[in-house]
């Protein structure tokens, strides 16, 4: 990361949003996504399944490639209890002297350093004293007017100000509008399922919810595009697409292939991926 210019958030959803800080970042130099891991661990959250599965990030930040210039953002993610209790100052001086970055990125709403004490005004002060770069992207909004699928406690969120959002991705998830998540991410939202527990029949997959690697939509039969992958190292690679049928239920989800079956093709494979298209019944 020496001498990249780092964006900063949280990075779960790689949505829109996080999209255009890699954007700005890829015009001021060699781009990199700078986020924190264990963070509802250490802050003691509920543990839930990522929106985006960890083996397939990057084949994500690959199809911002032709909005970064040709440049595919790489990620750098830290341990958040090592940095929860730098102030803002210290945090800033971590990474111009520790890890010797060249620039900063970061949305119009960005908070850091200790109990959120810094924002995006301090940020640029103080990475001017650090003789770093910085650029603030002004925040991408939510124009979709969908926010009545979100429950009533989101609009007092103190910081939801009708920007896209992990929180609205999530939300939309559960509600099942697949045109809503891709508006939000920009891209099919890709389930992944580990075929460790599935059972195949024919040009039929039952898996268990347990499977899933990352969030699902609500309940539902999805049109979906099969994508079958070899392992967590594959990167882009795609072996072997099927359009199928998804059916998620509350304890398991039935793929059934069109007009083909699963036979050979999950041969030796640990996960499948299911590009979610549109919910075509309850």
Not at 84 to 93: D, G, Q
Not at 158 to 171: A, D, I, L, M, P
Not at 174 to 203: F, P
Request: hydrophobic share 40%.
């Amino acid at each position: 990361m020496a001498g990249g210019i780092v964006a900063l958030g949280k990075f779960d959803a790689l949505h829109i949003g996080h999209r255009a800080l890699a954007i700005q970042a890829s015009k001021m130099g060699t781009p990199f996504l700078l986020s924190f891991t264990r963070i509802a661990e250490v802050l003691g959250w509920e543990k839930r399944l990522p929106i985006v599965a960890p083996c397939d990030r990057k084949r994500i930040m690959s199809l911002w490639t032709t909005f970064c210039g040709g440049a595919i953002p790489q990620e750098y993610q830290m341990e958040f209890s090592k940095v929860r209790y730098l102030s803002p100052r210290e945090f800033v001086h971590k990474l111009a002297i520790e890890l010797h970055v060249k620039g900063v990125v970061a949305g119009a709403n960005y908070r850091f350093g200790y109990k959120a004490a810094g924002n995006s005004s301090d940020l640029v002060q103080l990475c001017s004293e650090y003789g770093l770069d910085t650029f603030i992207v002004e925040t991408v909004m939510d124009k979709s007017e969908k926010l009545t699928l979100l429950p009533e406690e989101m609009k007092g969120n103190h910081r939801e100000t009708g920007q896209v959002s992990s929180t609205r991705v999530r939300k939309a998830l559960c509600a099942g509008d697949m045109q809503y998540v891709t508006e939000l991410l920009g891209h099919q939202h890709r389930l992944i399922l580990s075929l460790d527990s599935c059972k195949v029949k024919g040009n039929s997959l039952v898996a268990p919810m347990s499977s899933a690697v990352n969030q699902p939509p609500g309940e539902g039969i999805y049109h979906s595009k099969i994508c079958v992958r070899m392992d967590e190292n594959s990167g882009v690679s795609e072996e072997w697409t099927q359009s199928c049928d998804v059916k998620i239920c509350a304890e398991q989800i039935d793929v059934n292939v069109h007009g083909s079956s699963w036979c050979t093709c999950l041969e030796g494979k640990i996960y499948v991926g299911l590009d979610l298209q549109n919910r075509i019944s309850f």
